[in-house]
């Protein structure tokens, strides 16, 4: 009797500070993501933009996490103001070493040309089941050209293996939206939040209710709390954003 083949080894979720959320809000954004992330023959690379708010990470994450039957490790790059691309590529370079390529490890620390490491890591996706998420892509230090040239390189990944996302307040730049895979969650809010702010302004009067309608998202989350529940805390706006 032939031996069973040995079980596929688990997936490597690195998310980061993603919390799994209960009673996650089934949206058309997360269905789509879902089937993007199942379709063997989708583009390689899918860019997801709408406002904070509107629930980017928090439906990305989701669906990474319960496509448990695709095999293919995950990785979460959360960039800040000011981050620069070779700290991209550094974390990058993390996650492809578990999975067994240390290419752009080795090339990293040389004095190679920015379009040399990302061809070497553009290799790396077509070579490894790996989904490389670039989260708040807007916050990446705006070197002229650099966000275009790494959009213009990720055509050559065939999306067989790796695969990218890109998370962002804006659409993607005109020239690339033909090659990429593009949702938007610009109509897609918390709908507990949105009950929240539509009761502070039934409480509050005429002036202020105006003055909560014209606030930021997540001053106007915070507002509402403040009015309804006076003791609650800036992270208790911020789980509800």
């Known amino acids: ?8 080894p688990p997936r ?7 919390p799994p959320r209960g009673g996650v809000v089934e949206t058309p954004v997360l269905a789509e993501v879902d089937a993007w992330l199942h379709a063997a023959n989708a ?18 994450a989701t669906a990474i996490r319960r496509s448990w039957d695709v095999p293919r490790h995950a990785k979460r790059i959360a960039c800040f103001p000011g ?3 070779e700290e991209v590529l550094g974390e990058a370079s993390d996650i ?4 067994g390529s240390d290419a752009l490890s080795r090339v990293l620390d040389q004095r190679s040309l920015l379009g040399s490491k990302i061809s070497i890591l553009l290799q790396a996706l077509n070579a490894h089941p790996l989904l490389l998420w670039i989260d ?7 070197v002229p050209g650099s966000l275009e ?33 593009v949702k938007s969650t610009d109509s897609h809010r918390c709908p507990f939040s949105e ?6 302004s039934r409480v509050l009067g005429d002036q202020q209710a105006a003055e909560l309608a014209g606030l930021g998202r997540a001053e106007a989350v915070q507002r509402a709390l403040e009015t309804l529940v006076p003791q609650a805390s800036p992270e208790a706006a911020a789980v509800l954003q």
């Not at 040239?149 to 939206?177: C, M, N, Q, W, Y």
């Open 1 to 8: 009797m032939p031996e069973a083949a040995p079980p596929p």
């Open 12 to 18: 490597i979720l690195a998310l980061g500070d993603v």
């Open 43 to 60: 583009r390689a690379v899918l860019w997801i933009h709408g406002p904070a708010g509107s629930g980017r990470t928090t439906a990305l």
């Open 83 to 85: 981050m620069c691309l």
């Open 96 to 99: 492809l070493r578990q999975v």
């Open 136 to 142: 708040d892509v807007d916050s990446l230090l705006p």
């Open 149 to 181: 040239g790494v959009l213009e390189g990720l055509k050559l990944i065939d999306g067989k293996a790796g695969r990218v996302v890109l998370t962002s307040e804006k659409p993607p730049p005109p020239a690339f939206a033909a090659t990429l895979e």
């Open 195 to 200: 009950r929240l702010i539509e009761r502070a």
